[in-house]
Every structure is written in structure tokens, then in C-alpha cells.
């Protein structure tokens, strides 16, 4: 993605974030990059044209992340971890496009609504399977799929909501928060202790990969206008 | 609350959740609810005023639920059934209002979003304590107050995000949902087997209570306008 093009999206999702997307008009989204209407339309023809592109490089890099980073993991317990830290990664660097990405694609064209369900559902599904692995290797009694769906959905809450109240300042480092997602989601809240030691591992190992893929130049161009 | 009114808030929040507030008009609730804007302005007299309506609704009728339900249940265990039991309840009947409260007081008047606040604070704080009680209950280990703070909101982002996924044709009853939760939360997806007796015996305790309360001519008078 080129650098303007990412500026330009910043600008107008944090601005669409607060909006709403039927409070947000091409010249509201204009006045908020500093760029002529006509500039603007270069980028994207029209704000559904901005809620597709959203979703598309949100889902993109959130599944690229995970086949990278995902990839290297060697127990389901460290790709569960793996998973909690590229999603909840991804999103403290991009809360307004997250805000976005959950209104769903009710304003786009079947066509292109299409195309976004079918990468949140890839994702969807990976998270089943990272879910589904960790269970098993905790305990043999399998779990019913109506139940995984549930579990997979309890997991998004717990890392989707925070849209809704997190701030670094008050309610700690990302890695805390991850780290707090991980030991519930696995053990509850009457986890008698976290296996510290273990968690450290993973979160400076996760870290690394993280950053190697981030500065990666042959990560996706899916989202290219 | 009058019959009237809640017919009208419930139509008014179906189309303003769809629409978002930006996107919802004092024009497009009155064709909502087959009212003239004249008529319509009876109730509230601006959208601004029905989404405080709303919040106000909501959160009063979470807190009075509680307040009721909650001072019976004798053990930590119980009140952490009887908090998810009652929220996840209201919000499965109140799906709209549930969307509409997520979004946040920014566009109401400092003095209305205050009000608001305050009841949020009320009913995050009744969360916070029955998180570390439960928590106390099963450990001696004290928690600090930053990760209360942060578990409270991982048990919020479950429960609040079935906004997004939530159906009982597809994902099972509302039971199965707050057993799902109480049991994450608690134990986690790694917990060996749910201890059914006690959540059947929780689940009928609590139906048992949630249906009396709702009869209950006296319960709160707060949102009548």
C-alpha cells in the first residue's frame, strides 16, 4: 500500500469512525485529508467505494499476519496466543478502521459484500481451528460445533470490544491486554496464576515476528486501489 | 413505561440502529412509527432526546434487574450467573436499544451525557465487584486494579458482542449462550466439563426471578418521559 494511500485512509476512517458512515459525506471526507473532491475520488469513487477498501486491507492483512506469524507456531497453545496478538495488534494501530470494519457491508453492493464475507469468513475459520486445536490438547472431550461457533464468538468479543474502552493510558500496555485475553480465554478468570514465564516467551517471540512482518516490502498489495 | 411508548422506542430504535444517528431523521422515525412528526415529538422531541431515552431505559432497567435478582443469590458463583443471566437476557430481548447504547453519549448535551455516565459507572462498578469476588472466592491471590478494570471489559466484550453474530436459530438458545459465557469466564475454554447441576439449577433460579421481575407492576418508572 502506498504511503499517501495509507495517510488518506487514516484520515478518513477516523473521520467516517466518528461519523457514522450515513453521517459522512465525500466532502466531509475531502475537508478531512485536505484534498480537493476530484484529488479524493482518485483514491476511492464514493464512501462505499471507502467502506470496501476498509474492510478489504483490514481482513487482508489480518489473515497475511496470521499465515506469516501463525505459520511458525509450533503448539496450538502458542497459535492461540499467536492469534490473540496479531488481531488485538492489528487493531490498537487501527481502532477507527476497526470501528468501521464492525458495521458490517450492508451499504455495498452485493457483489463486493460478497467478497468481504468470504474473507472474514476464511478468518472466521481460522480462528475455529486455532479454538478447536487448543481444546482438544487441553481436554479429550471434543467440543460440539455449535459450541466452537459460540467460543470463537465469546474470543472476537473479548478482542473486538475493546474499540469501546481501551486506552494504553489507563488500562495498560497492548501486551497486558493480550496477555489477559490469552489466560481468560484458556483458563478464566480463576486461573489460579499465568504460567509467567511461559507468556514472556511467547509475547517477545510474537513481538519480533511482528515487527519482521510489518516491515516485510512483499506483504499484500490486495489493497492497491 | 406505558405500552405506547415502548412500541415507540422499540420501532425507533430498529430503524436508528440501522441507520445510525447521523443517518436517522425526526421525518424517518415519524414514518417508522406511523406517527406525524407533531405526534412524535410527544414522546421525544428530538433524536438527540431518543438517544438518551434509550440510555436512559436501558441502564436503569439493567441496574433495577440486578438490584432485584442479584441480592438473592447467596454465593459470588451465583451473583456472576445472575449478572450474565440478566444482561444478556435484557440485551437478547433489547437487540437495537443494546447497538444504540454502544454507541456512546458524544452526541448529547454535556449534562444529558452525564446523567447517562453516572448510571454506566453504577453498572460497571456492580461489575467490578462481583468479578472480584468471584475471583476471591476461587483464589487467594488478590488481583491488581488495573486487571479487574481489564476483566470487566473482557466480560462486557462477550456478552455485549453478540450484537454482532447473535442468533438463537442459528447459535442456540440464549441459555446455552450464558452458560457459554458464565462458563469461559470462569474456567475458561480449557475447563474439563461444565458443572451441569449447578448452571441448571442457576438457570431455573434465575428464569424463575427474571419473569417475576419483569410482571412486576412497581419496577422502575425512570424512562417515562
Not at 477516523?14 to 475520488?41: C, E, K, P
Not at 496470521?66 to 496450538?76: A, C, D, F, N, Y
Not at 487448543?134 to 475493546?162: H, I, Q
Request: aromatic residues 10%.
Amino acid at each position: 500500500m502506498s504511503e499517501g494511500l495509507e495517510e488518506i485512509l487514516e484520515k478518513s476512517s477516523r473521520l467516517m469512525a466518528n461519523r457514522g458512515f450515513h453521517g459522512t459525506s465525500m466532502r466531509d471526507l475531502a475537508a478531512a485529508t485536505g484534498l480537493s473532491q476530484s484529488a479524493l475520488s482518485h483514491y476511492f469513487r464514493s464512501k462505499q467505494a471507502l467502506l470496501f477498501l476498509i474492510n478489504l486491507q483490514g481482513f487482508t492483512a489480518l489473515k497475511d499476519a496470521w499465515l506469516k506469524i501463525g505459520s511458525v507456531m509450533k503448539t496450538p497453545h502458542e497459535r492461540l496466543y499467536a492469534f490473540i496478538f496479531v488481531h488485538v495488534t492489528y487493531f490498537v494501530d487501527h481502532m477507527s478502521e476497526m470501528r468501521i470494519m464492525t458495521w458490517g457491508t450492508l451499504a455495498l453492493r452485493l457483489e463486493k459484500a460478497k467478497m468481504i464475507q468470504k474473507l472474514k469468513d476464511q478468518y472466521t475459520d481460522i480462528a475455529r481451528q486455532v479454538v478447536r486445536e487448543v481444546r482438544e490438547a487441553e481436554t479429550d472431550r471434543p467440543m460440539e460445533d455449535a459450541r466452537v461457533s459460540r467460543e470463537v464468538y465469546l474470543l472476537f468479543g473479548m478482542m473486538n470490544w475493546m474499540q469501546s474502552w481501551y486506552s494504553a493510558k489507563t488500562h495498560g500496555a497492548p501486551a497486558d491486554l493480550i496477555d489477559d485475553i490469552y489466560g481468560t480465554f484458556l483458563g478464566g478468570i480463576s486461573r489460579p496464576q499465568r504460567n509467567e514465564q511461559n507468556v514472556t516467551f511467547l509475547r517477545d517471540a510474537m513481538r519480533d515476528l511482528y515487527r519482521a512482518h510489518a516491515a516485510d516490502p512483499g506483504r499484500s498489495n490486495a489493497a492497491r486501489p
